[in-house]
């Protein structure tokens, strides 16, 4: 399955910006999905999971009451809106998919996730 991420870019602290994850030719909707990043010199780490439907949402501390999942299964994307971004924001964003039966699982580690994106740069300048 390949995840094609896209909407990094440049933004000022207090900024918005909002990243996509599509995966054509795949039924998005047999996918849990998550948004994981990665700064210099750290590890990779989530941001924001959700399961199968999108009824089931976990945030990371770091994200909680700024950034907000989504995902349209009819479009086969998902969708990850950042607002009151911080420069400590600033990393390279992946999006992750992982086949799943399950409707209401979600997938907080990495290791949990077999299919991801080829990341997308986010910058918050102070």
């Known amino acids: 399955v390949q995840l094609q991420a896209s909407g990094g870019g440049l933004v000022q602290a207090g900024g918005s910006l909002g990243l996509s994850c599509a995966a054509p030719?795949?039924?998005?909707?047999?996918?849990?999905m998550g948004w994981f990043r990665q700064a210099p010199g750290k590890e990779r780490e989530l941001v924001a999971a959700?399961?199968?439907?999108?009824?089931?949402?976990y945030y990371a501390d770091s994200a909680k009451g700024r950034f907000t999942i989504s995902r349209d299964n009819a479009k086969n994307t998902g969708n990850l809106q950042m607002s009151s971004l911080k420069p400590e924001d600033t990393a390279v964003y992946y999006c992750?998919?992982?086949?799943?039966?399950?409707?209401?699982?979600?997938?907080?580690?990495?290791?949990?996730?077999?299919?991801w994106g080829q990341g997308t740069q986010v910058t918050v300048s102070s």
């Open positions: 992750a998919a992982q086949r799943t039966v399950s409707s209401s699982y979600v997938y907080t580690e990495k290791y949990q996730y077999n299919y």
């Open positions: 030719g795949h039924t998005f909707s047999r996918f849990a």
């Open positions: 959700i399961n199968r439907n999108g009824d089931n949402i």
